[in-house]
Structures are given as C-alpha cells and as structure tokens.
T-cell receptor, first 116, second 113 residues
Framework: DTGVSQDPRHKITKRGQNVTFRCDPISEHNRLYWYRQTLGQGPEFLTYFQNEAQLEKSRLLSDRFSAERPKGSFSTLEIQRTEQGDSAMYLC??????????????FGSGTQLSVL | GESVGLHLPTLSVQEGDNSIINCAYSNSASDYFIWYKQESGKGPQFIIDIRSNMDKRQGQRVTVLLNKTVKHLSLQIAATQPGDSAVYFCAEAANFGNEKLTFGTGTRLTIIP
C-alpha cells in the first residue's frame, strides 16, 4: 500500500492521559498535514510540515498538542492531558511540491480518538 | 469569519441519474477549490479541483463548475452509481497554495438502487 498510513486506527483513552498518533506519508511527498474532524463536520486544519520544518500551526492547536516530523518522513501528533473535547478523527495528509506549486493532498484513513 | 458552506446537507438520487452538489464560499481571496469524497471510516478522497482562472473542469463522470461572481461551486456527478454514496466536501484555499484547506460541512449523497 503506497498511500498515507496512520496508526492506530482507533484509540480509546481516559481523560488526562497522553496519546500519540503516527502518520507515514506517501514516500516522495515533502509536505505533511494534520487535520481534525468531528462528527458531521469537515476537517479542520491543525498544522503542516515541509520536510522537517513545521511551517504553520492553527489556533486550534493548543499547548497540549505537539507535532513533530524529525527526519522529514513520518510524523507524530501528541496530545497531553487529553480532554473529552479532544475526541475526534485525526487525519493526516501529504502532498508534494512541483515546480514551486503545491500539489493535491492525499489523506490517510485517520485515527479515531475517544476520550472517556 | 469567512467560511465555506453547503446549501443541502443531504441528497438522494436514483441510480443512473445525475446529481448536483452545491457549495457557497465567502472568502474572496480563495483561488483554489477542491471536491473531496469521504466514505464511512475513511479519509477524504480527492475527486477534482479547479483554480479561479477557470469556470469549468471535467473529469471522469464528474464536472466542477465555478461561478466567481456569486461565489458558488458545484459538483456534478453523471450516471450515479451505488459507490457514489458518500459525504462530499468542498474545500477552498488561497494564493494558489493548498497548505491550509478550509472545508465546508459536507453533503451526504445517497444513491437509491
């Protein structure tokens, strides 16, 4: 499978616990994105990387959230001290830049987080 | 704030008929628009995109129309099939870069056999 891969697919945790999600983008893609999607809504942008550099963060990304892409390949999204409001689908996407232009995003199947 | 929205939250279409899903956007700076299809338990899947220097673009069984005058976007699906049943989102971005997409709420399309 050469698509965007996310792990785990589902995560159930208790309020106050820390969780970490992993995303493996399509191998030649230099850009990686995190989005969050709640039930019945469209995805909301959280942050994105170009190679290992984190270039933009949404105000949705509170200080309990941190994302890394240390080697410019896979990325992790960590949520500390989870709250019930963090329950959502966390989507990862990747794209490549070509001729200075960013090409279309390919999404993974997401990690569904449930905070009890 | 400015947002992307959809006129109809649900749409049911007889198999074989054509469907039209509409989307209104309000950010005048948006110049790149994309339609995504999302099936249950999966991430959004790219369908078709269009840039603001065009008003129509066709793909396989799909056509996207852009009316910048009234800030309206539509997705036409021809000869619908059961596999077309999904939630469809329009998304927008500015400055010909899609680093940060703004998605609408979505329309659930159901194909009736």
């Amino acid at each position: 499978d050469t698509g965007v891969s996310q792990d785990p697919r589902h995560k159930i945790t208790k309020r106050g616990q820390n969780v970490t999600f992993r995303c493996d983008p399509i191998s030649e893609h230099n850009r990686l994105y995190w989005y969050r999607q709640t039930l019945g809504q469209g995805p909301e942008f959280l942050t994105y990387f170009q190679n290992e550099a984190q270039l933009e963060k949404s105000r949705l990304l509170s200080d309990r959230f941190s994302a890394e892409r240390p080697k410019g390949s896979f990325s992790t999204l960590e949520i500390q001290r989870t709250e019930q409001g963090d329950s959502a689908m966390y989507l990862c996407a990747s794209s490549e830049t070509y001729g200075g232009r960013n090409e279309k995003l390919f999404f993974g199947s997401g990690t569904q987080l449930s905070v009890l | 704030g400015e947002s992307v929205g959809l006129h109809l939250p649900t749409l049911s279409v007889q198999e074989g008929d054509n469907s039209i899903i509409n989307c209104a956007y309000s950010n005048s700076a948006s110049d790149y628009f994309i339609w995504y299809k999302q099936e249950s338990g999966k991430g959004p899947q790219f369908i078709i995109d269009i840039r603001s220097n065009m008003d129509k673009r066709q793909g396989q069984r799909v056509t996207v129309l852009l009316n910048k005058t009234v800030k309206h976007l539509s997705l036409q699906i021809a000869a619908t099939q059961p596999g077309d049943s999904a939630v469809y989102f329009c998304a927008e971005a500015a400055n010909f870069g899609n680093e940060k997409l703004t998605f609408g709420t979505g329309t659930r399309l159901t194909i009736i056999p």
